[in-house]
C-alpha cells in the first residue's frame, strides 16, 4: 500500500480507516433498520426512499472498507492499477444514493 511507505503513521492511518469504516456501517445498519421500521409502520414514499439512500450508502461503505483491508491481506505488487476500481465503484454508488435522495426531496 501507498501509506505502508510512510511507516508506523501510514499503517496507523490504515488501521484508523479500517475502525472508521465499521463505525460507518454499523451506524448505517442502524439507520437502515430504523427507516425499515418506519416504512412497514407508515408505507410512505418518503421513508422508500431513505431506505435506498441508506442502502447505497451502505453498499458504498462495505466496498470502500473492503479495498482499504484487500491490500492488507493480499498485498498487490503495484496498487495503483488497482486504485481506480473502488473510486469507480464507490462514484456509482454515491451517484445512485444522491439520484434516491433527489427524488424524496423532490417528491
Known amino acids: 500500500m501507498v501509506l505502508v511507505g ?3 503513521l501510514g499503517v496507523t492511518i490504515i488501521y484508523l480507516g479500517i475502525i472508521v469504516g465499521i463505525a460507518n456501517i454499523c ?6 433498520k430504523s427507516f425499515m421500521e418506519t416504512y412497514r409502520d407508515i408505507e410512505c414514499r418518503f421513508d422508500s ?9 451502505l453498499l458504498q461503505n ?8 484487500l491490500p ?4 498487490f505488487q503495484n496498487i495503483t492499477e ?8 464507490i462514484n ?9 435522495l ?6
Open 82 to 89: 488497482w486504485s481506480e476500481i473502488p473510486l469507480i465503484l
Open 102 to 107: 433527489l427524488k424524496i426531496i423532490r417528491g
Open 27 to 32: 451506524l448505517l445498519a442502524v439507520l437502515l
Open 62 to 69: 462495505i466496498i470502500s472498507l473492503m479495498f482499504i483491508i
Open 92 to 100: 456509482l454508488l454515491q451517484l445512485a444514493a444522491l439520484i434516491s
Open 49 to 57: 426512499g431513505f431506505l435506498y439512500f441508506s442502502t447505497f450508502l
Open 72 to 75: 492488507i491481506l493480499l498485498p
Open 6 to 8: 510512510y511507516g508506523q
